[in-house]
């Protein structure tokens, strides 16, 4: 896919909206901009946020899941991507569910309401998937009993049920932070990625996204 001329919509959380670098100008998302020469670009990554909504949040009021963000953002896109989910493994209190879920109060059921709903806001874009990169402690179990890897197989499963595209971060973005050398490299705090990080991040995405 070429992608000069090209309008792309990020949505995703705190690593989106540029948690850890020095400047915007240093988010993936404006390196993929400024060197792949898009015509425009839209960053909605708001920090905290999960892909479910969490269950103690009351009805009627939004927690800033990427369901519910999804329906107020720019409907004129030609890529949108997707990048989420390490926050559901790191706190959210929505349960995993199952394949049959269809609501936004369980991660399984989240993953299928947003890319549904992508499907259907933007019926000739292409939506891609982006799993989350490896975070410290991520091999072990949450509150719900399951490592960040059970996430990513579900963000994966569903992508495969609508055939979405998934870029997959957390088996090929060459970030480990258990490894010392990589942690300082490229995630200092073990969760968000720095400059060096976001520039790894844009690469492997464009990539990816030139290769569709």
Known sequence: M??????????????????????EACRFSEIIAREQGLAAFCNYGIGGTCIACQTTVPDGVSDGNFCARALGMDPDADIVVVFGGSNDFGYCDAPLGTADDRTRY??????????????????????????????????????????????????????????LPVLDLFAVSGIQPEVETSRQTYMPDGVHPNDAGHRLLAERMAAFLRAL
Do not use: Q
């Open 106 to 163: 369980t991660f399984y059921g989240a993953c299928h309401e947003l890319m549904r709903s992508l499907m259907e806001r933007y019926p000739t874009s292409t939506v891609v998937i982006v799993t989350p990169t490896h975070r410290l402690g991520d091999d072990k179990p949450n509150a719900h009993g399951a490592a960040l890897a059970v996430y990513v197989d579900i963000l994966r499963e569903t992508a495969r049920y609508y055939s």
């Open 2 to 23: 070429e992608l000069r001329g090209k309008k792309i919509i990020f949505l995703g959380d705190s690593i989106t909206k540029g948690v850890g670098t020095s400047c």
